[in-house]
């Protein structure tokens, strides 16, 4: 439904979509659909890739979820994610 990355623990993250400000539309927008598919009768998974920071390029730390975001969003046009939303899905 939702593809995101955040340098946030995951407690954190998931309160910002629980608790959004009106300001972060990112957060507004996926409350509002985690309330839809809950009063849906519909179970939110969460699942989570944690950066071990074991991944280098040369001298270089690389982020792999930052990395596969991008891609994951286009091949996998989750409903959740960009301007338009579905609880639906």
Known sequence: MYI???????ASRMAGYCNPH????TNVRNNRDMIAALAAGKHIEVYA??????????????????????SL??????????AKSNAEA
């Open 73 to 82: 969003i286009h091949d996998l046009t989750p409903s959740w994610n960009g």
């Open 22 to 25: 009106k300001t972060q539309r």
């Open 49 to 70: 890739l944690p950066d071990n920071g074991l991944l280098r390029y040369g001298g270089f730390h690389v982020n792999l979820c930052a990395g596969l975001e991008d």
């Open 4 to 10: 995101g990355k955040s340098v946030q623990t995951l």
